[in-house]
């Protein structure tokens, strides 16, 4: 029986190896864990069990304690692996009579040869799309006779508090249309490309456990896949020329299929397109709608549509869209992410009523904007926005990122 305290940069690792079946020296061992987590002067600690041998995890640490999976995941605090056979209750209860808070971690971590066999994203400009703060969800993908997609939190999942690392899941694609009783149990391993080994570090659920996906509970994976700080670190090459790649496999009973393939484009320094579109004669305006002509913003088609009387939700109101005119340059998975300002003019004073809003459009979502945009009641009587009963609406478009399926 031995113990190793491993330093690697800010990180502490206690690495412990056991015959099997040795009851005291479990108890030896975890009594030497303890003295010297107490020794490091450590307040906080995580214990993972992974399904590895655990000589074989302490003899790769030591060699190279840097660049193992499990041993690169936290940062100013103590991690306990490698444990073949120690009990882990009676590991949690030393610690905690001596005042260590531990931590169990809920991630299995490996190193893989070989790609993903379901499913791949690469992300370019990774930089802006984390500037946005905002979550991004891959086009379908199928495995198992279902259909999947991965969804990304660049800056953490807010709705869960997570700071500092990127999260990452597996999710049901459209479960809002799944039946109630609907589930399906699966295997899933979520991957991230060392581009500069060629290899894969692979997260999986502890044990490689199956999990259950339903209507209720769609989405699984790892709210802490991997620290910002170590991802953003082109050293380890995970984020090299702030590009990345991502994938999945979901193994459904035994099944295996080709995978397809995604390619997410974030623009830098997107230009803005406006287009301002001049309507005569509005009081007299009897259609339904009305629809501006086409204008090109970023390679792509586009134009306003105007509901005088309101829609849907919006009677009593200008109702007013951008609308995706042109869908020949989009496949059905693709889609293209767009800040998107709409505007009518004040031709008087320059106080223009202008809303903002982003969106995802695509071949099934080809229109965003305000059913309630206006009150009508405001322009039939004088104002500024209406004058000789002629009125100048303004899109303003700014393409941010494309996503296309890789063929």
Known sequence: MFVAVIKTGLNVILACSIPKNSPMLEVNAEKKLVEKLISSGSESVFFSNPTHNANFLTDTAIRNPKHHPN???????????????????????????????????????????????HYTVTIQSFSLLSKNDK??????????????KLVLHPNGNKNKNVANHI?????????????????????????????NKDNYLVAQEPQGKQRRFHRLKPERGFDRFIPTKVFSDASYGYLVDDTCELGAEVFVSKERSRGKAECLEMIKDPGSFKHVWKIENFSMLASEYYDSKEFTAAGFKWKMQLYPKGR???????????????LTSLTPASKVYVDCTLRIQDQVENRHISFKK???????????????????????????????????????VTVRGIASTLL
Not at 84 to 106: C, D, P, Q, W, Y
């Open 71 to 117: 041993f690169l995941m936290s940062s100013n605090l103590i991690v306990v692996t490698c444990i073949s056979s120690i009990s882990e209750n009676n590991f949690v209860a030393m610690a905690s009579r001596i005042g260590l808070k531990v931590h169990k971690t809920e991630i299995t971590r490996s190193v893989s040869e070989t790609p993903p066999t």
């Open 135 to 148: 979550k991004y969800e891959s086009a379908e993908f199928e495995a198992g006779g279902n259909k999947w």
């Open 167 to 195: 999260s990452l899941y597996l999710a049901v694609a459209d479960a809002s249309s799944l039946p109630p009783d609907w589930e399906v149990s699966a295997v899933y391993r979520l991957f991230l490309l060392d581009q």
């Open 312 to 326: 849907d939700t919006g009677a009593g109101c200008i109702s007013l869209y951008l609308v995706l005119a042109d």
């Open 358 to 396: 982003s969106h995802w459009f695509s071949a099934s979502s080809r229109e965003s904007g305000w059913a309630r945009f206006f009150p009508l009641s405001f322009f039939l009587r004088p104002n500024d926005w209406v004058v000789n009963d002629v009125c100048f609406l303004e899109a303003e």
